[in-house]
Nanobody, 124 residues
Framework: HVQLVESGGGSVQAGGSLRLSCAASRYTYSRACMGWFRQAPGKEREGVAAIASTGSTSYAVSVEGRFTISRDNAKNTVYLQMNSLKPEDTAMYYC???????????????????WGQGTQVTVS
């Protein structure tokens, strides 16, 4: 079955940076839409960034200009570079894959088919 494993989370001071990675296995993901979502305690899961197979990207307004999503198809890995972190970025971050090629973006998490287990990001 599809397996997504996130890494790179941790604790950082405001203004700092982190780079999250999501390693996908058991399928070739080069044609899939990959997304990063986050969920803070007591809040709904929200889309952060998405990247299509073409390299086209989408960002939440709250992170645009600070976060960058990228992918390395040869490694079946997607990254989220997070700069200028703020306390409000504190959340569990999840990687997700959408295999339909008809659309790639944010919106409802139900648009995505499979999820990783998450990695915690804490900004103080």
């Amino acid at each position: 079955h599809v397996q997504l494993v996130e890494s790179g989370g941790g604790s950082v001071q405001a203004g700092g940076s982190l780079r999250l990675s999501c390693a996908a296995s058991r399928y070739t993901y080069s044609r899939a839409c990959m997304g990063w979502f986050r969920q803070a305690p007591g809040k709904e899961r929200e889309g952060v960034a998405a990247i299509a197979s073409t390299g086209s990207t989408s960002y939440a307004v709250s992170v645009e200009g600070r976060f960058t999503i990228s992918r390395d198809n040869a490694k079946n890995t997607v990254y989220l570079q997070m700069n200028s972190l703020k306390p409000e970025d504190t959340a569990m971050y999840y990687c997700a894959v959408r295999f339909s090629v008809s659309w790639c973006g944010l919106g409802s998490p139900s648009n995505y088919n499979y999820w990783g287990q998450g990695t915690q990001v804490t900004v103080s």
